[in-house]
């Protein structure tokens, strides 16, 4: 057996083809038993159809009772030669924002089916919303039934390009579209020869290759103890790694208490001894130190802790149907191992999930709907933001008086007891009107010399832009900051910070920063929309090899000759983004054409 496990969560009506779909990977990949295969056979036949019905083996959702509350989520089983899979299927009906959140939020990959004939629908929309709500970071539109649109290129492309502006809107790191017919079994498992068009890969293979190692998050060792095991002079914490890797003789820290031990050893469920633990097994740990260590207690490494805090502000998503989350309630909180009191200090907005707008005015949220709370807990809670721990970062609230799952929530951060305080001059009062041009690509791929020829065309025709070029930032504010991931995430946060300044005084701000990571500028994009500015983002596509020819300051040189160690294009990544306002590329012009090709879209 494959050990790689690929957590996979499908969400969409059966009209859709949904459980054909599914049906046709377990099919096609030979992962059913026969028995079960003679079974769907047997009843097609008995129903007069030609085909065997796949959709009757996914049909039929068991109710399951999790965490005290009754999801549709049906799980089901396969693998291949390369890779075990858990698909979490949601059922498309009503209920389906609280089956998605309870039952999508450990996936690696979401997985939305579109009917070519209907396209993207106002539920694809929000199944892509929830997706990157949840943090799922690979995200796949399934176009299916292209059979019924004769095989056409021209409608793929169409609902390609209609979702990709969509997902624009959205922090989706990877999104990846592929035309199929589960019926027949087109692009599912074996490559279509009706689509000879299609340049990708089958849905299967896809899902066995994309790269969902590095989404871990293997850096912030978090071990919420659930249980003490003592037995004789034997005692241990049991518990589900939430992140991170543990070793024996590893310095830990034990919170709340503050005290410092080692590992001693580490123990899986069948007693076995492990040289390292990583999320999300299941393990007992003991330590050197005889502490007093309990339920609800957090080990983890001393030079990496948690956020502990009274005030979070969260996205909840309301699950009953009985009452309403609105201000002055309080519930109990659940987070890991822990329980404490929550009260609901303010409800900030209510979101709609169809057009991402958000009701600042709404007073409550009821069932399946979704807003931006703070909560203040009686006790402190250790947590990280959900972005950065899916589990450290996620509650549930229980009504105390039916005992009810009331709601699942999402810590953003703390919330942070500065108060914002209110300008009284409004945007629109202000004489002109800002936003952020962000220029990212390679080093050498043009972003300064076309920012220069945006800013001089801008500030030609009376309109306020100043540029924030990262090599420059990088002598002052930035001078403390060097090109390992962490500091090129703070090089994005802090440009991010001041060129909302700039938009928010009206002057287009124009960023040219190589800015290597997806997950980098989706956070400088989102802040953006938080703060009601525009975000345009310019992807400067020139290849590595012209950036090198041209290599103005010879930074290339030195890195081949190993000068530099880290040099993006060379021996560190860059993630090209996947669904920019605009590309630019060398044949489009010189320098000034491409400026005006900015301008052009910043007047459209
Ligand atoms: N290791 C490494 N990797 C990439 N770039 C390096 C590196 N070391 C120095 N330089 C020079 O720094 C400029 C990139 O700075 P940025 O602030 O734009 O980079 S980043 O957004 O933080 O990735 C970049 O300038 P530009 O050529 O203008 O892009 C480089 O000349
Ligand atoms: N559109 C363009 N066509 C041809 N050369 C260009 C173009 N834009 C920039 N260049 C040249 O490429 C080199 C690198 O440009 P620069 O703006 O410094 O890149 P970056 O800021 O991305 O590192 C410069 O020598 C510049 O003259």
Redesign the pocket.
Known sequence: MPQELLRLATAGSVDDGKSTLIGRLLFDSKTLFTDQLAAVERASRDRGEDYPNLALLTDGLRAEREQGITIDVAHRYFATPRRRFIIADTPGHLQYTRNMVTGASTADLALILVDARKGVLEQSRRHAFLASLLGIPHLVLCVNKMDLVGWSRERFDEIREEFRRFAMKLSVPDLTFVPVSALHGDNVVHRSTSMPWYEGVPLLHHLEEVHVASDRNLVDARFPVQYVIRRDDFRGYAGTLAGGVFKPGDEVLVLPSGLRTRVREIVAPGGRELAEAFAPQAVTIRLTDDLDVGRGDLICRPGNRPHSGQDLDAMVCWFSDRSTLAPGATYTLRHTTRETRAEVRSLDYRLDVNTLHRDESAAALALNEIGRVHLRTRQPVLFDPYRRNRATGSFILVDDTTNDTVAAGMITGAATPVVWHAATVTRDERPTRGLTVW?T????????????ELERLLVAAGRPAYRL???NLRHGLNADLGFGAADRAENVRRVTAVAQLFADAGIVAIV?L?SPYRADRAKARAAHEDAGLSFVEVF?D?PLEV?EA?D?KGMYARARAGEIRGFTGVDDPYEPPVAPELV?R?G????T??ASAILNLLDG
């Open positions: 220029l690509g390679l080093s050498a791929s043009g972003k300064s010399t076309v920012a220069a070029d990262g090599d040219s190589i400067v020139t950036c041209r103005p630019l060398p489009d012009g010189d320098p054409t491409m």
